[in-house]
C-alpha cells in the first residue's frame, strides 16, 4: 500500500521521548461535528489513503458527513487486528491452510497467505459443563475438553507455528471477550510499518457477533463472519458504508437493587424498538462519566441483541483507570491519554458531536428486568415476570384439565420439596389440603426421583440456572452480587432446588482470584455453583446434559421447562435440547431462580423457602447491599490479580504445551480425521473468473418464518445420533460418546454441511407441524418429508439448484460463518426473504449466495408462494459487465400436482449486494476465491 496523504495529515506525536507517526484527523474539514465513532473511522482513512481503494473524496465525504442522509458512500475500513474464537477460528485456519496449496496450483507463492494484520484466537467455545455440583467438576470438564478436541487443538497449535502474527490464547483461560478488554485490547495501537513507528486507534473486526464488548474501551469493532476475518487477515479492507451514528445520551444514577444487567436489558429493549440495524450507536452527555468501565463494556456486549454494528463510549478517565488497574503498563496508559487528546478523540461532554438520531435513558427509571422465553429484546419487568409467563406458556404446552387451586398454583414447585416451604417437622402434602376448584391453569406435575430423592416438577420447572457468558462474568459488580447473594441465603438456611443444574463459568481467572479472596466462593459451592469450566459454556449451548431421570420426565411428558443464564443469548434451541423457555437476566437473579425453582415464581409474593425458626424468606430479604458490594469489589480485587494471570497467557497449561504438535509450512492432511479437513472451496478454481448465469429451475430447500436466525440455520450444540451428521460419525467409527458438538467439529465441512438448517426448532414451512431439520424432497414423486442433507444431495445429484424463501430479520444471531458456508455448500443459490440481518447478509455473498428481497410491502405469503414451485431468476447476467442490477426478475412456476390451474408468480427482487466490493465477491465466486486470486497473481 502506498500512502498518498492528500490533506498533508502526517505528523510525529513525542511520548516520554519517543515519537509516533500518526495522521492528523483535523487536516479535514468538518472533523469537529463528527461523533467519536466516524473520527476513528476518518483516522483509519487518512492512514490508508493509497488513491485507489481509498481516496481523497472518500475522505472529504467522511468529513462532509450527512447525518440525517441514508448512508450511500462506501469506504474501505482497515482493522488494525482480528480477534476469533475457536468455533469459528478453527475454519479460518483451515481456510488459510487450504489456501497456501491452492495459491501454489495456481502459480502464486505460498508464503503469501500470511495474516497481514495480527490475528488473535481464544479457546473458549469447547468446553463443555458436563459435570457439574461438584468441587472436581471444572478438572473433569477440562479432561474432557482435551480428550474430544485434542486434534483441534493440535491444529491450533500448528497454525501458531507456521503463520506470522497469528497467537492463540489455550483453554481454560476465559473467554474471548473479557479477555479482549482485560488484555489483548490496546486502545492506542503501535506497529511498525515501512521502518516508522506508527500509533493510531486500536480497532478491530472479530469472528463472533459480541466482539462488541471492547466498544465499552473506546475501541472500534464488531463482529463479523469467518470469511470476512479471513480476508480481513489477509490485508483485505472491510467494505462499509458510512453508516448513521445513533447519539445515546445517559443520565441519572442506578437506583438501589439495579444491576448492570438491568440496563443493559432495558437498553436492549429501547434500541431494539428504535431501530438501530446497521448503524452505530454512541453513548455521549455528562452520565457518560458516571458510567463504570464494566458496565460499559456489558452494554457494548448486547451491540447485536439490539442490532447495532457497534455501541461505542469515547475515551476518558474512566478508560485510564481501568487500563491501569487491569495491569496495562504505565507507558501505555500514557500513550492511549496523550493520543486521544491530540487527536480530539477525548470524550468532552460540553462539545456536543451531530447525530443522526437522539436517544435518552435517565438511569433512576431503571427496574430489575429479565427477558424471553426466546429473544433478547423480550424484556419482562421482574414483578411482571409470573404473569407474562403464564402469557407464554401458551405457546410451548398444551392446556390440559387441573384441579390445582390458585394457592397450590403459586406455590406447586416450593411445595413439591417440603423442606423448602415448611418446617422439616411440619413438612406435610399439599396437595391432600388443598380444594379441587378449577383454575384452567395449564399444568402437567410430573414426579421425579433423581439422586435418591423425589420430588414435582412441572411446566416453568428451571432446569438450567447458569452464571455464564463475558457479557456478566467480566462485570464485578454483578458478580459479587451473586456472591452475596448466595452468601446471605446460605445463612438463612435455603437450598437450591434439587431438579436445578447449577453451573458457574467465568470469563476469566481473576473472577476465581476475586471470589477466593472474598470467601464467596465458599457460598456459591453450598448451592451448588461449582466452577465447571473458564469459556462460553450454557450461553453458546455448551450447557451440558440434564440429569437422566429429570431429561426423560421432561421429554416423555413434553414439559416446557426453563432456563435462566445470565448470558446474551436465548434463541430456541440453543441453550439445551430438553428447555423450550430461555431467560436472560443477572447473575443475582440467576441465583434466585434456582432458589425459586420455577418461572412461575413472583419474587414479591411467594417465598423463596423458611429459615430456622420457620419464617418466609422472601428476595426482599436476601438481595445483595449495593454499598457492601462494592466494599467487598474494593478489598477483593486489585491489578496483581491481572497481571499474575495474563503473564504468560500464551503459555498454557501443561496438558497444552505437552500436545504433539505438527510442523511445516503446510499442513499435513489426515485422511481418516473427523474434525479437521480440506474443504472445497477452491477445487477446480481458475484464475480466470467464471461468468455469472442466471438461475433456472431451483427449487425450495426449506421455507421459513419471520426471525430466522443463525442458530436456527447454522450447526450447533449436541449431535443426534440419528442425524444426518450422526450417522457420518457413525459411519465414520466415532463412538455415540464420541460425538461432541457440532461447534468443535467446525474444521470438517462434512459435519457440518449435514448439520445446516438442522436446529431442532427450525420450523420449515414446506412441512405441517413438523420441527427440526427436515423438507420435501421434490426430487421424488409426492415430495415426501426428507432431512434436508439428503435432500440436497438428491437435487445435486439431479443438477437441480435450490433457493430458500424466508421473512423479516432472516440470519439475525451470532455472526456464524457456517450458516453461510453451510448454505453455499447445500447446493443454495440464492436466498429470498423480506429482510436481512447486516452480518448474514455479508457472509452470503462472501460464500457466492445472492441475497435477494421480496419487494417492498411483499412476502411469500402475499405473493401466495407455498414453496412447492421451480424459480428462476433472471437478470444476474449484468453482473459481468461489471455493474449491479438493483432488482431481478424472479418467476415462480406452480409444479405440485394440486396446483392445477395457477398462473405463475412473477416479481422484481431486491438485490442486495449493497457495494461494488461485494460485487466482486460475487463475481468470484466468494471473498475467498477474490482473496486468492488476488494473491496469486503478485
Known amino acids: 500500500m502506498t500512502a498518498v496523504n492528500s490533506f498533508g495529515a502526517k505528523d510525529v506525536l513525542n511520548v516520554e521521548g519517543t515519537d509516533y507517526e500518526i495522521f492528523r484527523i483535523d487536516k479535514v474539514a468538518g472533523y469537529e461535528k463528527l461523533p467519536f465513532s466516524l473520527k476513528v473511522l476518518l483516522e483509519n482513512l487518512l492512514r490508508t489513503e493509497d488513491g485507489a481503494n481509498v481516496t481523497a473524496e472518500q475522505i472529504a465525504a467522511l468529513g462532509n458527513w450527512d447525518a440525517s442522509a441514508d448512508p450511500s458512500t462506501e469506504i474501505q475500513f482497515t482493522p488494525a487486528r482480528v480477534v476469533m474464537q475457536d468455533f469459528t477460528g478453527v475454519p479460518c485456519i483451515v481456510d488459510l491452510a487450504t489456501m497456501r496449496e491452492a495459491v501454489k496450483n495456481l502459480g502464486g507463492n505460498p508464503e503469501a497467505i500470511n495474516p497481514l494484520a495480527p490475528a488473535e484466537l481464544v479457546i473458549d467455545h469447547s468446553v463443555i459443563a458436563e459435570l457439574f455440583g461438584s468441587s472436581d467438576a471444572f478438572e473433569r470438564n477440562v479432561e474432557i475438553e482435551y480428550e474430544r478436541n485434542g486434534e483441534r487443538y493440535q491444529f491450533l497449535r500448528w497454525g501458531q507455528g507456521a503463520f506470522d502474527d497469528f497467537k492463540v490464547v489455550p483453554p481454560g483461560t476465559g473467554i ?261 376448584e378449577p383454575i384452567g391453569r395449564i399444568t402437567n406435575p410430573v414426579e421425579v426421583t433423581n439422586n435418591g430423592e423425589t420430588f414435582t416438577i412441572d411446566h416453568g420447572a428451571v432446569a438450567i440456572a447458569a452464571i455464564t457468558s463475558c457479557t456478566n462474568t467480566s462485570n464485578p459488580s454483578v458478580m459479587m452480587a451473586a456472591g452475596v447473594l448466595a452468601r446471605n441465603a446460605v445463612e438463612k438456611g435455603l437450598q437450591v432446588k434439587p431438579w436445578v443444574k447449577t453451573t458457574l463459568a467465568p470469563g476469566s481467572k481473576v473472577v476465581t482470584n476475586y471470589y477466593e479472596k472474598s470467601g464467596l466462593n465458599e457460598y456459591l459451592d453450598k448451592l451448588g455453583f461449582y466452577l465447571v469450566g473458564y469459556g462460553c459454556t450454557t450461553c453458546i449451548g455448551n450447557s451440558g446434559p440434564v440429569d437422566a431421570p429429570i431429561s426423560e420426565a421432561i421429554n416423555e411428558n413434553d414439559l416446557a421447562v426453563t432456563a435462566v443464564l445470565s448470558g446474551n443469548r436465548n434463541f430456541e434451541g440453543r441453550i439445551n435440547p430438553d428447555v423450550k423457555m430461555n431467560y436472560l437476566a443477572s447473575p443475582p437473579l440467576v441465583v434466585a431462580y434456582a432458589l425459586a425453582g420455577s418461572m412461575d415464581f413472583d419474587f414479591d409474593t411467594d417465598a423463596l423457602g423458611q429459615d430456622a425458626d ?226 448474514h447478509r455479508s457472509n452470503l455473498i462472501g460464500m457466492g449466495v445472492l441475497p435477494l428481497q421480496f419487494p417492498a410491502g411483499e412476502s411469500a405469503e402475499s405473493l401466495g408462494l407455498d414453496g412447492t414451485e421451480s424459480f428462476s431468476i433472471t437478470g444476474l447476467t449484468e453482473l459481468n459487465n461489471g455493474s449491479t442490477p438493483k432488482t431481478v426478475r424472479v418467476v415462480a412456476t406452480p409444479t405440485d400436482a394440486s396446483a392445477a390451474g395457477r398462473e405463475p408468480v412473477e416479481f422484481d427482487a431486491v438485490v442486495r449486494i449493497d457495494t461494488p466490493a461485494e460485487a466482486d465477491y460475487y463475481r468470484n465466486g466468494g471473498i475467498l476465491q477474490y482473496v486468492l486470486r488476488s494473491l496469486a497473481t503478485k
Do not use: C
Not at 438501589?256 to 437498553?267: E, H, K, R, W, Y
Not at 435513558?361 to 404473569?387: C, Q
Open 176 to 436: 474471548v471477550h473479557q479477555v479482549n478488554i482485560e488484555y489483548l485490547a490496546r486502545v492506542a495501537f503501535v506497529r511498525e510499518v515501512n521502518g516508522v513507528l506508527q500509533a493510531y486507534p486500536d480497532t478491530l473486526v472479530g469472528t463472533d457477533s459480541h466482539t462488541t464488548m471492547v466498544n465499552g474501551l473506546g475501541v472500534l469493532g464488531w463482529g463479523v463472519g469467518g470469511i470476512e476475518a479471513e480476508a480481513a487477515m489477509l490485508g483485505q479492507p472491510v467494505s462499509m458504508l458510512i453508516p448513521k451514528v445513533v447519539g445515546f445520551k445517559l443520565k441519572g444514577e442506578i437506583p438501589t437493587g439495579v444491576t448492570a444487567t438491568d440496563v443493559v436489558l432495558t437498553i436492549t429493549d429501547m434500541l431494539r424498538q428504535h431501530g438501530v440495524v446497521g448503524k452505530f450507536v454512541e453513548f455521549y452527555g455528562d452520565g457518560v462519566g458516571a458510567v463504570p468501565l464494566a458496565n460499559r463494556a456489558t452494554i457494548g456486549n448486547m451491540s447485536p441483541e439490539f442490532g447495532s454494528t457497534a455501541a461505542i463510549f469515547p475515551i476518558d478517565d474512566e478508560t485510564l483507570n481501568y487500563l491501569r488497574f487491569t495491569g496495562r503498563t504505565e507507558s501505555q496508559v500514557k500513550l492511549v491519554e496523550a493520543y486521544a487528546k491530540e487527536q480530539h478523540l477525548w470524550h468532552n461532554p460540553e462539545q456536543e458531536p451531530t447525530f443522526s438520531e437522539y436517544l435518552e435513558l435517565d438511569l433512576s427509571t431503571v427496574v430489575p428486568s429479565i427477558s424471553g422465553p426466546r429473544r433478547p429484546h423480550d424484556r419482562i419487568e421482574l414483578t411482571e415476570a409470573k404473569a407474562q409467563f403464564a402469557k407464554d406458556l401458551e405457546n410451548y404446552a398444551q392446556r390440559v384439565e387441573s384441579d390445582l387451586t390458585d394457592v397450590q398454583a403459586a406455590d406447586s414447585f416450593p411445595a413439591s420439596d417440603p423442606a423448602a416451604s415448611t418446617p422439616e417437622s411440619e413438612a406435610t402434602d399439599v396437595t391432600e389440603t388443598v380444594s379441587p
Open 614 to 839: 420457620g419464617n418466609d424468606v422472601f428476595l426482599r430479604d436476601i438481595w445483595p447491599d449495593a454499598a457492601e458490594v462494592q466494599q467487598i469489589i474494593e478489598s477483593s480485587i486489585d491489578t496483581d490479580m491481572y497481571t499474575r494471570e495474563y503473564s504468560s497467557v500464551f503459555e498454557g497449561d501443561e496438558r497444552w504445551r505437552s500436545l504433539p504438535t505438527p510442523t511445516g509450512a503446510t499442513f499435513e492432511w489426515a485422511g481418516e480425521s473427523t474434525y479437521v479437513r480440506k474443504p472445497p472451496y477452491f477445487d477446480g478454481m481458475a484464475l480466470e473468473l467464471d461468468p455469472v448465469t442466471d438461475v433456472e429451475n431451483a427449487r425450495v430447500l426449506v421455507k421459513l418464518g419471520d426471525s430466522t436466525t443463525t442458530d436456527h440455520i447454522s450447526p450447533a450444540g449436541s449431535i443426534p445420533m440419528s442425524s444426518p451428521a450422526g450417522r457420518y460419525l457413525t459411519e465414520n467409527g466415532v463412538e455415540r460418546k464420541d460425538f461432541n458438538s457440532y461447534g468443535s467439529r467446525r474444521g470438517n465441512h462434512e459435519v457440518m454441511i449435514r448439520g445446516t438448517f438442522a436446529n431442532i426448532r427450525l420450523k420449515n414451512l414446506l412441512l405441517d407441524g413438523v420441527e427440526g431439520g427436515h423438507t420435501r424432497d421434490f426430487t421424488q414423486a409426492g415430495g415426501p418429508q426428507s432431512f434436508i442433507y439428503d435432500a440436497a444431495q438428491n437435487y445435486a445429484a439431479q443438477g437441480t439448484p435450490l433457493v430458500v424463501l424466508g421473512g423479516k430479520e432472516y440470519g439475525s444471531g451470532s455472526s456464524r460463518d457456517w450458516a453461510a458456508k453451510g448454505t453455499s455448500l447445500l447446493g443454495v443459490r440464492a436466498v429470498i426473504v423480506e429482510s436481512y440481518e447486516r452480518i
